[in-house]
């Protein structure tokens, strides 16, 4: 068991460790505003950076919607 969990912890942190820390320095966004888990899938702030030259200039996040 303590090995699994030993394992497991190395996963988390490789998948977190392979995002390219210039555009967090650049943004000043954390990982998680342009990426969902698991791993690299883009959001749509990830994929409006993709889109726009590695910029969220003009990026405008969709506004929680409240539960009713």
Avoid at 25 to 49: E, I, V
Avoid at 50 to 67: E, I, M, R, Y
Wanted: aromatic share 10%.
């Amino acid at each position: 068991m303590r090995l699994f969990c030993m394992m497991a912890v190395v996963l988390a942190l490789a998948a977190s460790a392979s995002a390219k820390p210039e555009y967090t320095r650049k943004t000043t966004k954390n990982c998680a505003f342009c990426h969902q888990p698991p791993g690299y899938n883009l959001n749509d702030a990830g994929k409006y950076y993709a889109d726009h030259n590695h910029s969220l200039k003009g990026f405008t996040a969709p506004k929680p919607q409240g539960s009713h």
